[in-house]
């Protein structure tokens, strides 16, 4: 049974990893797309224990509100949150429970993920329908695509924007960026690339 179970478990995480690797070679730019290493879906390098969070109730809704062609990923991911290790990289002491509460990702591929990579981060980040990322940097180039949900995104030297779901938001290394919701839940693919990618982000 074990062994089963194991089995089921790989193939909800591929079919999963299957829609993400889809929705990066549709979406993403080709420079980045370049640093996808050559990896077999249906073997992950390593499996992590499941973890849960409380952020994992808006998945629904995520799906209900997200626009067509992203519906299929987020399908994916509910399809295989039972299995699935999500995580934060903060605390309670950093930002509060309600903070925590609201906030959480899921990720893929990098140095310590199920697909191993050097140059390469992604998954996807989640926050409850009223939560803000406040202000922070890292050495790291960031991409994300918001797949559900219409957020607000600060970027330095910008200020605050609405930015619907579909819109590419790019934030160079070092650079001051936060996001916040207000009434709607948000998830975004997100990318890493140059740095240290296992850097817990400086607060500003």
Partial sequence: MEIQQASIDIMRLSGFAEAWRQLLQSE???DWCRLLPDIDISSPDRMLEPKTLPVLKFLPRLASGAPLP???VIDRL???RDTLHFGQTYSEED???DFLSQYGWIKLLGPDAYWHSERLSSGFL??????TYPQHRHQA????????GDAQWYREHDGWQQQP??????HPGGIEHAMRTQGEPLIALYLWRGGNLMQKS???
Avoid: K, M, V, W
């Fill in 95 to 97: 930002f509060g429970e």
């Fill in 28 to 30: 993403c730019p080709q």
């Fill in 70 to 72: 992203y519906r299929g």
């Fill in 202 to 204: 400086e607060i500003c």
């Fill in 165 to 170: 779901a579909g819109t590419l938001i790019h």
């Fill in 78 to 80: 509910i399809d295989a």
């Fill in 141 to 148: 180039e960031e991409i994300y695509l918001p797949i559900s």
């Fill in 126 to 131: 989640i926050l409850g329908d009223s939560n």
